[in-house]
């Protein structure tokens, strides 16, 4: 099975500022089978970004995604009051298909 | 717009079989060679894949719940469901349906959930 590890746990931020969130692969994965979601309370989970750093449709550029093998990162460059929301990776291969990280939390000071 | 719309019994009694439906809107299950997928979140914690199906009716499943889930899909009522038996309180969860692309590799559409709780 694949792990993923997500980090940090929680992240408060200003309104403005940067956020970078890690999600770190038990071994490598490739690019094209790496997600990201955007999970807010009563919503919808949103796919942002898949294939590591393509933008899924509707999502705004300040939402980027980068990395290879074990380590991707998701930046949002400049966090808005609605981004406050719970952000998964997600990668598909290996048994189960598809696993999940266990999130970040993206406070709004 | 495609949504998708998770219906079933809120509380189902330890030992019992759940049984959920998705269904679709705003597009044919059947068509464009989307696969369709459940994944659920128990209270406080992260999400799992419980298991995908293509409009033909072949199955993936996570092997971890495997032999209890049965996935399948009804194209005339544009729906697809999920059965999981021998339910217990680790089975109490929001379950989410979801459209995964041709390529299978992520999930872009998903369900609002539904709320099961496991309980005599």
């Known amino acids: 099975e694949i792990v993923l590890t997500q980090s940090p746990g929680t992240l408060s931020l200003s309104p403005g500022e940067r956020a970078t969130l890690s999600c770190r692969a038990s071994q490598s994965v490739t690019s094209s089978y790496l997600a990201w979601y955007q999970q807010k309370p009563g919503q919808a989970l949103r796919l942002l970004i898949y294939g590591a750093s393509s933008r899924a449709t509707g999502i705004p550029d300040r939402f980027s995604g980068s990395g290879s093998g074990t380590d991707f990162t998701l930046t949002i460059s400049r966090l808005e009051p609605e981004d406050a929301a719970v952000y998964y990776c997600q990668q598909y291969g290996g048994s189960p298909l598809f696993t999940f990280g266990p999130g970040t939390k993206v406070d709004i000071k | 717009q495609l949504q998708l719309q998770e219906s079933g019994p809120g509380l189902v009694k330890p030992s019992e079989t759940l049984s959920l439906t998705c269904t679709v809107s705003g597009g044919s299950i059947s068509s464009s060679s989307y696969y369709w997928g459940w994944i659920r979140q128990p209270p406080g914690k992260g999400l799992e894949w419980i298991g995908t199906?293509?409009?033909?009716?072949?199955?993936y499943y996570n092997p971890s719940l495997k032999n209890r889930v049965t996935i399948s899909v009804d194209t005339s009522r544009n729906q697809f469901s999920l059965k999981v038996t021998s339910v217990t309180a680790a089975d109490t969860a929001m379950f989410y349906c979801a459209r995964h692309p041709p390529n299978l590799y992520y999930m872009d559409v998903w369900g609002k959930g539904t709320t099961v709780t496991v309980s005599s």
């Open positions: 199906i293509y409009y033909s009716g072949s199955t």
